[in-house]
């Protein structure tokens, strides 16, 4: 109970932070979603990878050969989320899950195995209200990249540009859009 009630405490401490910053650096993103209302079905089920941006090119290796990509998230059990990352790289249809609790340090989800984080804003930041945008650390392997997800496997391509205008605004220069030209991997068919 402590301990709930002073991660509460730094999260508020966080998002008084978060505000100044946001007054102080204009281009700063909203303040992220909550956890209570990125739980909420809205968010639950499928997204389409369609860019990403990272602070140094080497952060990219991952996305390079990657033509498509589909994350699925569900509600698991005591507070955490179950995402699932269905990928096509090099015309193999590939599987990642991974398990996020989601009650330790509002608003970051932390992966099981404590080796990342991730962040998640609503698409009005790019005015796409069928998007969000994940900021996703992994201290493992050395990957901070922030991605743009859609519910859809078009996204125009102005919601594109203003995703990448607005993340060299924070000084992530380097940005892949997925090319999105092979069939998509089906959830099922993920290997």
């Known amino acids: 109970m402590l301990m709930n009630t002073s991660w509460s405490a730094v999260g508020s401490l966080m998002g008084l932070f978060y505000f100044w910053m946001q007054v102080m650096v204009p281009c700063l993103p909203p303040a992220p ?6 739980n909420t079905d809205e968010y639950m089920g499928s997204w389409h990878l369609v860019a990403v941006s990272v602070w140094d090119e080497h952060d990219l290796r991952n996305y390079k050969y990657v033509d498509n990509s589909i ?55 790019v005015n796409c209200p069928s998007c969000i945008i994940m900021l996703h650390v992994d201290r493992k392997n050395k990957i901070r990249s922030t ?45």
């Not at 193999?92 to 992966?111: G, H, V």
């Open 71 to 125: 994350l699925h998230i569900e509600k698991g059990d005591n507070d955490t989320l179950n995402v699932t990352e269905f990928y096509s790289i090099l015309g193999w249809c590939q599987k990642n899950a991974w398990t996020y609790d989601t009650s330790i340090l509002e608003p970051f989800m932390l992966r099981s195995d404590m080796d990342a984080f991730a962040l998640v804003w609503d698409g009005k930041f």
């Open 147 to 191: 991605m743009l997800f859609d519910r859809g496997e078009k996204t125009p391509d102005e919601v594109i540009q203003k995703f990448k205008s607005k993340m060299e605004c924070l000084y992530m220069k380097d940005f892949l859009k997925l090319p999105r030209e092979k069939a998509q991997c089906q959830i099922e068919a993920a290997a």
């Open 33 to 38: 979603l909550s956890i209570s209302h990125l």
